[in-house]
Nanobody, 123 residues
């Protein structure tokens, strides 16, 4: 069974940067699409970004396009989310998930999730 573990969250001022990491305990890691989602207090969990197994295709939510970059290192079974120019509305718990599905913007298509890491952006 795949186990995912996020790290790298924290408290930053608006305009700052953070890099989130997610490590998977699965040797078939390169076969999975990896996604980042987030959930703010009182809101539904929402799609942030996704990356194909080869890393050749990425996708972003409109709200983070141009500020966030998703990448992966299959040799390390890791996926990353570089977040720049952070805004207070980016405050949320960030989760990484894995899926075989091409419908990576649909939360229910994901097979495994990590426990999440808190990101707080102060104004």
């Amino acid at each position: 069974q795949v186990q995912l573990a996020e790290s790298g969250g924290g408290l930053v001022p608006a305009g700052g940067s953070l890099r989130l990491s997610c490590v998977a305990s699965e040797l078939a890691f390169r076969s999975y699409v990896m996604g980042w989602y987030r959930q703010a207090p009182g809101k539904e969990r929402e799609f942030v970004a996704a990356i194909w197994g080869t890393g050749s295709v990425t996708d972003y939510a409109d709200s983070v396009q141009g500020r966030f970059t998703i990448s992966r290192d299959n040799a390390r079974n890791a996926v990353y989310l570089q977040m720049n120019n952070l805004k207070p509305e980016d405050t949320a718990i960030y989760y990484c998930g894995s899926t075989y599905s091409s419908s990576w913007e649909i939360e229910s298509e994901y097979d495994y999730w990590g426990p999440g890491t808190q990101v707080t952006v102060s104004s």
